[in-house]
């Protein structure tokens, strides 16, 4: 028997849902998509996946873990802090027939990378209340990950990939293109969702630059993006004195005009501000 004639004996997703109650748990922000045939287009979306490992993040009841499955995952591990969802997954683990790990765990205290070798990748429809935590932390990662594919509200996925000069265009948007180039897919109504959520969704699509310099550090860009944007309608001279350094002498040494706000900075300009920053911290301590 094929692994193909092994899913198609599965359970529906609904049976299993009410085979072990699993009622959703605003806690852990759990919202279940149930259409395999949207869950199969998001696998589509990850692109080849038939080498290395696909990390998911709170599969649930496996909706799109059996697409990422069938879609030829050679290695699926899966992140799941419900025990509930652990059982309602055995099946598919017996089905997938070694190819399909479930950890029980919190992603946000796990780093993926030890868990397996590359390449990686994430597929995942994300938990809304932690998504930011764990994008934030996996592009700290470089380039340990060869692709992301995830879903997010679809505010968050609009500031993820938004250009300079936007309304939306903000530190995630600085953070994440920093690293990676970032790609919106497509948008999914709160109604593809079990419960459904207050607001859409969308896919967001995120390749970390094979090359990437070493010239600056996340945290020194997010704590100049953090002043920046904390203050966002007045200018950079203003807004970056909450920085301990020369507000004027940093924007200098970046070659940025101190009369420009924050959006119109674009990702060069603020990594010369992260680097400018991190040499005049640094002088600073030298002179302790």
Not at 86 to 107: C, N, P, Q, S, Y
Not at 141 to 161: D, S
Not at 251 to 267: G, N
């Amino acid at each position: 028997m094929t692994i193909k004639t092994h899913f198609e004996t599965l359970p529906p997703i609904r049976e299993i849902i009410s085979t072990h109650n699993l009622k959703t748990r605003k806690t852990l922000g759990q919202h279940f998509l149930l259409d395999l045939n949207l869950t199969d287009r998001i696998a589509r979306c990850a692109g080849n996946i038939s080498d290395g490992t696909v990390f998911e993040i709170g599969p649930g009841p496996g909706s799109l873990t059996r697409s990422l499955l069938k879609a030829g995952a050679r290695h699926v591990i899966a992140i799941e802090r419900d025990p509930r969802c652990i059982t309602a997954l055995t099946g598919l683990v017996d089905a997938a027939a070694g190819r399909l790990k479930v950890v029980e765990g919190d992603a946000q205290h796990i780093d993926l990378t030890e868990l397996a070798p590359p390449p990686r990748r994430i597929v995942a429809n994300l938990p809304y209340n932690i998504s930011t935590v764990l994008l934030t932390s996996w592009i700290s990662k470089g380039n340990a990950f060869k692709n992301m594919t995830l879903m997010f509200q679809n505010e968050v996925a609009r500031r993820i990939v938004a250009d300079p000069g936007t309304k939306v265009y903000g530190r995630l948007s600085v953070v994440c293109n920093w690293r990676a180039n970032t790609d919106f897919l497509f948008k999914i109504p709160a109604r593809a969702f079990t419960p459904p959520p207050k607001v859409s969704s969308a896919l967001v699509s995120i390749k970390p630059y094979t090359s990437l310099s070493d010239t600056v550090e996340l945290s020194d860009l997010e704590m100049v993006t953090a002043a920046a944007f904390g203050q966002r309608r007045k200018m950079l001279r203003s807004s970056l004195k909450t920085l301990d350094c020369n507000t004027l002498t940093l924007l200098d040494s970046a070659r940025i005009d101190p009369t420009k706000r924050a959006e119109e900075l674009t990702i060069d300009d603020y990594t010369r501000l992260a680097e400018g920053f991190s040499h005049l911290r640094k002088a600073a301590l030298r002179k302790h």
